[in-house]
C-alpha cells in the first residue's frame, strides 16, 4: 500500500551546496579538466593549488596561476601535497598515478573527485548554471554528462532574466528582517512572513526594491501581514514612488 510520504526511489546522489570557502583544495593536473574544475571551486572562494609540471599546462591554467588566482606546484603529484587539504581533485591523464591518489585521500579520509574513475568518486561534479547567488545543478548521475549539460542550459534559457537579482534582494532582505526580528521564539512567524513576501511580490517588484523600500517595509513589520510595495513607498519621505497615488 502507498503510505503518505514520499516514496523512496534510490540510486541517487546526496545534491548539497558545500561551503568550501577558505578551505583548501588541492587540484593534480593542469589540462583543461583542472581548468573547468578551477573555475568551480574558485566561484566557491576556495583556496586552490595546483600541481601539475609546468609543461603539461594548458592556456587557462597557466593564466590563473599568472593572476595568482591559484598556488601552483610545478612538478608531478607527491604524497605530502595531500598535507592539510580538505578537498582533492585529479584529472591526470595517467590512470596509475590517480588510483594512487585515491587510494591516498581514502587512507587520509580527503574526500576526492577522481576524473577519469567514476567509482573512486567521493562525489561527481554537475553542470551549473550561475545567476548571482542563485546556481542550479543538473547530475545525470555519471549516465550522461554531455546531457547534463543539455539539460541544464534548458533550464537557463526558461528561467525569467531577473532571478539571479530577485534572489539577491531577498538574501538583503532577509538579514534586516533577522535584526528586526531576531529572537528565536519568533522564528516561524517571521519565516511565514518572509514566505508571504516571496508569494505576494512579483520577481520584478523584488528585484526594483531599494534599501529604503527594505526599511521601510521592515518598519511596517507585523507577523501575518504584508503589505504591497506600493503602500510601502508611499510612506517613504522622500518621494522614492511617484506611483498614481501620488497625483
Ligand atoms: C562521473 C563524472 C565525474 C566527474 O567528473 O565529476 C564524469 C565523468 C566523465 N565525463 C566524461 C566525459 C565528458 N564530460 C563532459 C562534461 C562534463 N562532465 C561533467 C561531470 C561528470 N563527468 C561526472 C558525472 C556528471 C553527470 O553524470 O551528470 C560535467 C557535468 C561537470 C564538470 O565536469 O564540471 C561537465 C559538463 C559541464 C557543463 O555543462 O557545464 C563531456 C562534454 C564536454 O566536455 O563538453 C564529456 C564528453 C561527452 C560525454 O561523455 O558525455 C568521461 C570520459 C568518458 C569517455 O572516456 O568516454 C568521464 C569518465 C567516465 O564516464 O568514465
Ligand atoms: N570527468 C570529466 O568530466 C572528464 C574526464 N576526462 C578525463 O580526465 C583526465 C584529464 O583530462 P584532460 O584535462 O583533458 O587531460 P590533459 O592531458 O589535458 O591534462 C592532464 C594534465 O595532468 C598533468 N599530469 C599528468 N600526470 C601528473 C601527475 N602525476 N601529477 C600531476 N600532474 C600530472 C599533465 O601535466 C596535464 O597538465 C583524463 O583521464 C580524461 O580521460 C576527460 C573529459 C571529461
Given at each position: 500500500?502507498?503510505?503518505?510520504?514520499?516514496?523512496?526511489?534510490?540510486?541517487?546522489?546526496?545534491?548539497?551546496?558545500?561551503?568550501?570557502?577558505?578551505?583548501?583544495v588541492?587540484?593534480?593536473?593542469?589540462?583543461?579538466?583542472?581548468?573547468?574544475?578551477?573555475?568551480?571551486?574558485?566561484?566557491?572562494?576556495?583556496?586552490?593549488?595546483?600541481?601539475?609540471?609546468?609543461?603539461?599546462?594548458?592556456?587557462?591554467?597557466?593564466?590563473?596561476?599568472?593572476?595568482?588566482?591559484?598556488?601552483?606546484?610545478?612538478?608531478?603529484?607527491?604524497?605530502?601535497?595531500?598535507?592539510?587539504?580538505?578537498?582533492?581533485?585529479?584529472?591526470?591523464?595517467?590512470?596509475?598515478?590517480?588510483?594512487?591518489?585515491?587510494?591516498?585521500?581514502?587512507?587520509?579520509?580527503?574526500?576526492?573527485?577522481?576524473?577519469?574513475?567514476?567509482?573512486?568518486?567521493?562525489?561527481?561534479?554537475?553542470?551549473?548554471?550561475?545567476?548571482?547567488?542563485?546556481?542550479?545543478?543538473?547530475?545525470?548521475?555519471?549516465?550522461?554528462?554531455?546531457?547534463?549539460?543539455?539539460?541544464?542550459?534548458?533550464?537557463?534559457?526558461?528561467?525569467?532574466k531577473?532571478?539571479?537579482?530577485?534572489?539577491q534582494?531577498?538574501?538583503?532582505?532577509?538579514?534586516?528582517?533577522r535584526?528586526?526580528?531576531?529572537?528565536?521564539?519568533?522564528?516561524?512567524?517571521?519565516?511565514?512572513?518572509?514566505?508571504?513576501v516571496?508569494?505576494?511580490?512579483?520577481?520584478?517588484?523584488?528585484?526594483?526594491?531599494?534599501?529604503d523600500?527594505?526599511?521601510?517595509?521592515?518598519?511596517?513589520?507585523?507577523?501575518?501581514?504584508?503589505?504591497?510595495?506600493?503602500?510601502?513607498?508611499?510612506?517613504?519621505?522622500?518621494?522614492?514612488?511617484?506611483?498614481?497615488?501620488?497625483?
Amino acid at each position: 500500500m502507498k503510505g503518505p510520504y514520499p516514496d523512496i526511489q534510490g540510486g541517487g546522489s546526496l545534491l548539497l551546496a558545500w561551503q568550501i570557502r577558505n578551505k583548501r583544495v588541492l587540484v593534480v593536473g593542469g589540462g583543461e579538466v583542472a581548468a573547468g574544475r578551477i573555475v568551480n571551486i574558485l566561484n566557491a572562494d576556495a583556496k586552490v593549488t595546483v600541481v601539475s609540471p609546468r609543461d603539461g599546462l594548458n592556456d587557462e591554467v597557466a593564466y590563473r596561476i599568472e593572476q595568482k588566482q591559484v598556488e601552483h606546484v610545478d612538478r608531478k603529484f607527491e604524497p605530502s601535497d595531500l598535507d592539510g587539504v580538505d578537498m582533492v581533485l585529479t584529472a591526470v591523464d595517467d590512470p596509475d598515478a590517480s588510483t594512487q591518489i585515491w587510494k591516498l585521500c581514502k587512507e587520509k579520509k580527503i574526500a576526492a573527485n577522481i576524473a577519469d574513475v567514476p567509482p573512486e568518486c567521493d562525489f561527481y561534479f554537475g553542470s551549473v548554471h550561475r545567476d548571482g547567488p542563485l546556481q542550479i545543478m543538473v547530475s545525470t548521475n555519471g549516465n550522461g554528462p554531455k546531457l547534463a549539460n543539455i539539460v541544464r542550459r534548458q533550464i537557463a534559457a526558461g528561467l525569467p532574466k531577473n532571478i539571479g537579482a530577485a534572489v539577491q534582494r531577498v538574501g538583503m532582505l532577509r538579514k534586516k528582517l533577522r535584526k528586526v526580528a531576531p529572537n528565536i521564539e519568533e522564528g516561524p512567524k517571521r519565516m511565514q512572513w518572509m514566505s508571504k513576501v516571496c508569494e505576494q511580490y512579483t520577481l520584478e517588484e523584488l528585484c526594483s526594491m531599494t534599501e529604503d523600500d527594505m526599511e521601510m517595509l521592515l518598519g511596517f513589520y507585523r507577523p501575518g501581514t504584508v503589505p504591497s510595495l506600493e503602500e510601502v513607498r508611499l510612506q517613504e519621505p522622500d518621494g522614492a514612488y511617484d506611483g498614481p497615488f501620488l497625483i
